[in-house]
């Protein structure tokens, strides 16, 4: 007796397309982001890829706990490599955007390509939001720092 | 204006309100699909020649080699031969000499493809629903130095020689070109400028005026006017090319239909945000209920209706550039601002879906676009919060090296009282041993905990991150730093062996000495400011923070034992040669002594005609 899949087919739908929007992303990645325009293929392709693949997972189980760390870890990684926040925001956004487009392009006049196109428009939303209270959040963080060292710094002298 | 393939192109250019002679030059060839921007430079009216004879150049060689090479060959080919072209022209007259160019040249290979190349600081953007994007990156040396790591963003834009060219034409006959692929969606717009416009006016103000719409000769005269009221400091060209629109498909249903069923729904809009509470926002806190809707509610309505009808983003960015700047301009909270946001998107989502349960087909696309909208409002939200998390980052740097200096003041204070005590003034070298390099030597040190262990760890990820390719010594320090911070025994044996693995082989009488210290010293700045980017509570950074300082003492003072157990031969030396220095001069004053006494003994012998008298005494 074979378990009938839990996958939704939006997710399936996206599957199929991931490797047509690799394609698409790693021809523009130069006007994405130059940071990935300079990168070789190899290491472009691995960077948006892992984008990609999350987008996937979090299409497929909605999870926001692990979409939010996954964002944070992204946002991690490229602070270390000295890529501002507002700068990994852009590019989330346009993966996202080119994700959206391929599914319009792809699936146009057919009802999957339609809500596929406006399932990644919404993720791309979501996204940019839970960016945005991440930075937020660390924004806060370093306020608070900055307040007691200064207290700190005050009370000594 | 121009038509290039159903492509509409514009451009203009301006002296300036200070230059006395436009030293830019422009391609706008339609017939080729050559869109060229050239800043010349270089005294005496070389600038203006440089730039007009690489356009001559690059014009000429596109004609004729038209359809024959790929496209991105035929650019490359062509900025090659204009840089050849000026480089020649320098060599052959003395007043030229030194006279160059700046170049960013766009070749539509068909409308759906186009190829950027350029060399120094001339730049090309791309506006792609209503979002601007860098399409080339400025060849200055600063920004050289950071693509190798040797340089941050932030110590870039404070750098000396950030404007300072490491590539044009006409400094060499060949120079390296950067290219890049741009694949057309429609309405796309590629906007093309010398520095005279960037230099003039902020991003956001040409994104403003690229994505308002507007015909492309507009928009080219706005940008000129633009960079003149921002002082036209330098002569300013530019040229805008904008991609068709799409066949009327969904963009012409959402800019007509969509953008009026949208209008129409304002008033529910802002009934809903009524009903969810919006006028208690503490944004529009002293404002009534209906003043507070038309000013956020209505506000919003409008930015989308235009956005919708424009294809455009640029009212919507405005809209929450405006809203949020204000609020945190006046110290207002992050909090307020999303609770914001959630009550309009709240309001967008149930007109689209209101819109969609009548008609499927429009309220579809009206859900993509009004979704697109908002995204647009959280990227312009991101680069707000982005811009503060820079400056506080900036502020902490600061706090931290005024509280290091504040340490050091305070053990150099301590350090003045030791030497009056008169048991401290015994001179150290004449101690059998150094008492902090005793390897056995037991400190007060509980050790880390997990907690903290596990934030040094992303700490030290993030230094190394941040640490250049090439500085070894910093990074061997690091290691060593995390080696002595993670030591749960807290034994000074491990500060000293690692000193002795970063210390190595080396002797205080070469060049091996400072490097060492001013690795440990930038170190200890690189892993101060890391801490900040780490995601963990105060308390724990705050205890990071304490074992790297605690750890970074140890290893300091271990290397300071080390150095000065390497000079003590040195002293050694010193005090034989003190010596030796002794007894010559008691030999010598020993001979003086005999000389004198010989000279006495033979004073009768001397003419006292002599110039050293007649006693024999010398008088020189």
């Known amino acids: ?8 087919p939006l997710a399936t739908a996206y ?24 990168m070789d293929e190899g290491t472009a392709r ?65 009802a999957e390509g339609a809500e596929l196109t406006l399932l990644l428009t919404k993720v791309t939303a979501t996204t940019a939001r839970a960016v945005n209270d991440l930075i937020a959040e660390e924004l806060e963080r370093r306020l608070g720092t900055w307040n007691e060292l200064r207290a700190q710094t005050t009370g000594a002298t | 204006m121009t038509v290039q393939r159903e492509m509409r192109v514009a451009g203009d250019t301006n002296v300036g309100k200070v230059r006395s002679t436009n030293e830019d030059s422009m391609i706008l060839e339609p017939r080729l699909g050559l869109y060229v921007v050239l800043d010349g430079m270089g005294g005496a009216n070389a600038g203006d020649i440089a730039s007009q004879m690489a ?24 900025i090659q031969a204009g840089s050849a072209s000026v480089f020649a022209a320098s060599q052959a007259n003395r007043e030229r000499h030194g006279m160059g160019t700046t170049v960013v040249a766009c070749l539509v290979v068909d409308p759906d493809h186009l190829v950027i190349g350029h060399v120094g600081d001339s730049r090309a953007y791309l506006l792609r629903q209503g979002r601007l994007l860098a399409l080339t990156r400025d060849h200055t040396i600063v920004e050289e130095l950071v693509d190798r790591g040797l340089l941050t963003a932030d110590e870039a834009e404070r750098h000396p020689y950030k404007n300072v060219l490491s590539r044009n034409l006409g400094a ?114 002293g404002l009534s209920p209906d003043e507070a809707l038309e000013l956020i509610g209505l506000s919003l309505c409008q930015a989308i209706f235009h956005d919708l009808e424009k294809s455009t983003g640029v009212n919507v960015w405005t809209f929450a ?59 312009a939200l991101g680069g707000l919060l982005a811009e503060r998390l ?41 101690r059998p041993t150094i008492p902090f390099l005793r390897p056995d030597r037991p400190v007060t040190n509980s050790g880390v905990s997990d907690e903290v262990s596990d934030a040094m760890a992303k700490t030290m990820t993030i230094a190394r991150a941040r640490t250049a390719p090439k500085a070894e010594l910093v990074k061997q320090v690091l290691t060593a730093l995390e080696t002595v911070a993670n030591d749960a025994g807290g034994n000074f044996a491990t500060a000293v062996l690692q000193a002795r693995e970063i210390y190595g082989v080396r002797s205080v009488d070469d060049a091996g000495v400072m490097p060492l210290f001013d690795a440990l010293d930038t170190a200890r700045s690189v892993t101060a400011s890391s801490v900040q980017q780490i995601q963990a509570t105060p308390a724990t950074r705050a205890k990071v923070l304490l074992a790297l300082s605690t750890a970074h003492q140890r290893l300091v003072g271990a290397t300071t034992g080390l150095v000065l157990e390497a000079s ?31 000279e006495r003994e033979n004073a009768t012998n001397i003419d006292s005609s002599l110039p050293w008298g007649s006693r024999g005494t010398t008088e020189w």
């Open chain 1, 1 to 8: 007796m074979s378990t009938p899949s839990t996958r939704s």
């Open chain 1, 15 to 38: 599957e199929v397309l991931q490797p047509r929007i690799l394609q698409r992303l790693l021809d523009l990645r130069a006007t994405l982001d130059p940071a990935l325009g300079r």
């Open chain 1, 46 to 110: 691995g960077q948006i890829n892992a984008v990609l693949d999350h987008l996937g997972t979090f299409i497929a189980t909605g999870d926001m706990g692990q979409h939010r760390a996954f964002l944070h870890t992204f946002l991690a990684m490229r602070a270390a490599e000295a890529q501002s926040p507002a700068a990994v925001l852009a590019m989330l956004v346009a993966i996202g955007d080119t994700a959206a487009q391929v599914a319009q392009d792809e699936g146009a006049g057919t």
């Open chain 2, 55 to 78: 356009r001559d150049a690059i014009r000429d060689y596109v004609m004729q080699r038209r359809g024959n090479a790929p496209a991105r060959q035929l650019l490359e080919a062509a």
């Open chain 2, 172 to 285: 060499r006959p060949e120079t390296r070109v950067d290219l890049v692929d741009v694949e057309v969606l429609p309405g796309d717009r590629v906007m093309l400028c010398s520095d005279g416009l960037y230099g003039y006016a902020s991003t956001e103000a040409i994104q403003y005026i690229l994505g308002s719409g507007d015909a492309p000769e507009h928009v080219a005269r706005d940008l000129i006017e633009l960079a003149l009221r921002g002082g036209g400091g330098d002569n300013v060209s530019t040229i805008v090319l904008e991609a068709p629109q799409a066949a009327p498909t969904a963009s012409t249903v959402v800019k007509t239909s969509g953008a009026m069923a949208w209008w129409q729904k304002r008033q529910r809009f802002l009934q809903i945000a009524k009903d969810r509470g919006l006028p208690k926002n503490p944004i529009v806190r």
């Open chain 2, 321 to 379: 550039q405006n809203l949020a700047g204000g609020w945190f301009e006046r110290g207002g909270e992050w909090s307020a601002v999303r609770g914001l946001m959630d009550i309009l998107h709240t309001c967008a989502r149930v007109c689209v879906d209101e819109i969609r349960s009548a008609d499927t087909q429009l309220g579809f696309l009206l859900d993509v676009a009004v979704s697109r909208a908002l995204v647009v409002a959280e990227l």
């Open chain 2, 390 to 430: 820079r400056v506080v980052d900036t502020d902490l740097i600061g706090l931290q090296s005024e509280r290091a200096a504040m340490v050091d003041r305070q053990a150099i204070a301590a350090a003045e009282t030791l030497s009056e005590d008169p048991d401290a003034a015994q001179p150290w070298v004449d």
């Open chain 2, 568 to 598: 003590i031969p040195y002293g050694d030396r010193l005090r034989e040669v003190q010596a030796i220095t002794g007894e010559l001069r008691d030999q010598v004053a020993s001979a003086e002594k005999r000389r004198a006494a010989l």
